[in-house]
């Protein structure tokens, strides 16, 4: 499969601990885009990639949120200090330098905050 | 503030009845206007990429349309895989950030 990936694809955690997301772009991409989706809207834009710089972050992204691209492949997003309002869907995505427009989502990783 | 609103929020249509989709912006300089279908449960899919006022995209039942303050996706006689919310975002230029819409859940009845 060449898709993009993401794990784990189901968190639960406990107010207060820290969680980590993977996301694995489709090889040949150079951009990464991370957003995050809540029931019944679309997805909300957190942080941009190229290679393995980050080029673009939300300004909604508070200081517990962070992600790092290291080397230009794979990504993680680390949420520390998790509250009951992150619990979301997070979603991955990527694109090809010569189609950067056209971006290609993972399956998501749901996270649940209790 | 850069802004994508969609209308209606649900619509539902009989297989074979056509309709469109409407996307409103606001942007500070247009870099790009793209939709995407998503399923219950999974990750967008790409679409369309509309550049500029006047442009058109088509694929199989789908058209979309772009003006200087919005877009239309026209549904040509739907069928119930054509069931999923369908959602509208911008990129403005000089920047990385997409901004989507809320989306429009789109159910087509056999």
């Known amino acids: 499969d060449t898709g993009v990936s993401q794990n784990p694809r189901h968190k639960i955690t406990k107010r207060g601990q820290n969680v980590t997301f993977r996301c694995d772009p489709i090889?040949?991409?150079?951009?990464l885009y991370w957003y995050r989706q809540t029931l019944g809207q679309g997805p909300e834009f957190l942080t941009y990639?190229?290679?393995?710089?980050?080029?673009?972050k939300s300004r909604l992204l508070s200081d517990r949120f962070s992600a790092e691209r290291p080397k230009g492949s794979f990504s993680t997003l680390e949420i520390q200090r998790t509250e009951q309002g992150d619990s979301a869907m997070y979603l991955c995505?990527?694109?090809?330098?010569?189609?950067?427009?056209?971006?290609?989502f993972g399956p998501g990783t749901r996270l649940t905050v209790t | 503030e850069d802004q994508v609103t969609q209308s209606p929020e649900a619509l539902r249509l009989q297989e074979g009845e056509s309709s469109s989709l409407n996307c409103s912006y606001t942007?500070?300089?247009?870099?790009?206007l793209f939709w995407y279908r998503q399923d219950p449960g999974k990750g967008p899919e790409f679409l369309f990429t509309?550049?500029?006022a006047g442009e058109e995209k088509e694929k199989e039942r789908l058209k979309a349309t772009l003006t200087k303050k919005e877009s239309f996706l026209h549904i040509t006689a739907p069928k119930p895989e054509d069931s999923a919310t369908y959602l509208c975002?911008?990129?403005?230029?000089?920047?990385?950030?997409?901004?989507f819409g809320a989306g429009t859940r789109l159910f087509v009845k056999a």
């Open positions: 995505a990527s694109s090809f330098r010569l189609t950067p427009y056209e971006q290609y």
């Open positions: 090889s040949e991409h150079n951009r």
């Open positions: 990639f190229q290679n393995e710089a980050q080029l673009e």
């Open positions: 942007v500070s300089g247009l870099r790009g």
């Open positions: 509309l550049y500029s």
């Open positions: 975002a911008v990129q403005a230029q000089g920047g990385f950030k997409t901004i």
